[in-house]
């Protein structure tokens, strides 16, 4: 059995925090939990082109706010911020409860695990060379300034007949080291061949 550990979750209130904070009793947390995964789920798949890269979701006993951070945030904005408004109406609709929706630009995207495999995913979809498309993302990620970065794909590599991994790396990537900031990102390609998966950490 591998012992495999997910970054993010290792480091929870260490170098990251909570992406929902709320407090529920008993009863209502299975409600509240699915009603987190819900809205996470919508926003993703609304907004799959506009680079969001967490959603965090804070609840007060009638309100929820959630936080997009995303590297492009007028594709969520809209003109003269009608998309949002149109957002924060249908988010009162799935939860049926008042919701505010803020926006937090990412001021680096490549130093987000979770950016970086979207693009990787996506170049894949479009018929790149996957060696290419590696290389150039992990050389784009050093080239600012990131200590490190590590890349996983796996699936039918080329076209394949045979699904196979293939790892590539550059600088110092400690997993072990909790103090280290290193965010992971994992994405999958759908491509003609079949899905192949993205694996992403980057050493911030």
Same mark, same amino acid.
């Given at each position: 059995?591998?012992?495999?550990?997910?970054?993010?979750?290792?480091?929870?209130? *260490?170098?990251? @925090?909570?992406?929902?904070?709320?407090?529920?009793?008993?009863? @209502?947390?299975?409600?509240?939990?699915?009603?987190?995964?819900? *809205?996470?789920?919508?926003?993703?798949?609304?907004?799959?082109?506009?680079?969001?890269?967490?959603?965090? /979701?804070?609840?007060? %006993?009638?309100?929820?706010?959630?936080?997009?951070?995303?590297?492009?945030?007028?594709? /969520? *904005?809209?003109?003269?911020?009608?998309?949002?408004?149109?957002?924060?109406?249908?988010?009162?609709?799935?939860?049926?409860?008042?919701?505010?929706?803020?926006?937090?630009? /990412?001021?680096?995207?490549?130093?987000?695990?979770?950016?970086?495999?979207?693009? /990787?995913?996506?170049?894949?979809?479009?018929?790149?060379?996957? %060696?290419?498309?590696?290389? %150039?993302?992990?050389?784009?990620?050093?080239?600012?300034?990131?200590?490190?970065?590590?890349?996983?794909?796996?699936?039918?590599?080329?076209?394949? @007949?045979?699904?196979?991994? @293939?790892?590539?790396?550059?600088?110092?990537?400690?997993?072990?080291?909790?103090?280290?900031?290193?965010?992971?990102?994992?994405?999958?390609?759908?491509?003609?061949?079949?899905?192949?998966?993205?694996?992403?950490?980057?050493?911030?």
């Amino acid at each position: 059995m591998g012992q495999k550990v997910r970054p993010t979750g290792f480091r929870v209130g *260490i170098t990251e @925090e909570w992406r929902s904070r709320w407090f529920a009793t008993r009863s @209502e947390f299975r409600v509240l939990l699915m009603e987190d995964f819900k *809205i996470r789920q919508f926003v993703k798949k609304r907004y799959e082109f506009a680079a969001i890269a967490k959603v965090r /979701i804070d609840r007060t %006993r009638d309100q929820v706010v959630v936080h997009l951070e995303t590297a492009r945030p007028g594709i /969520i *904005i809209g003109r003269k911020g009608q998309e949002v408004d149109r957002l924060k109406a249908d988010l009162e609709d799935l939860t049926g409860r008042r919701t505010d929706v803020k926006i937090v630009e /990412i001021a680096q995207p490549l130093h987000c695990a979770i950016l970086v495999a979207e693009d /990787i995913a996506q170049q894949l979809v479009r018929r790149g060379s996957f %060696r290419r498309v590696v290389k %150039r993302a992990i050389d784009q990620v050093m080239d600012s300034r990131a200590e490190g970065v590590k890349v996983e794909l796996s699936g039918r590599l080329g076209g394949a @007949e045979m699904s196979r991994a @293939e790892k590539a790396s550059k600088g110092s990537i400690p997993l072990s080291t909790l103090q280290k900031n290193i965010d992971y990102g994992l994405a999958e390609a759908k491509t003609t061949m079949g899905v192949i998966g993205v694996k992403v950490w980057v050493n911030r």
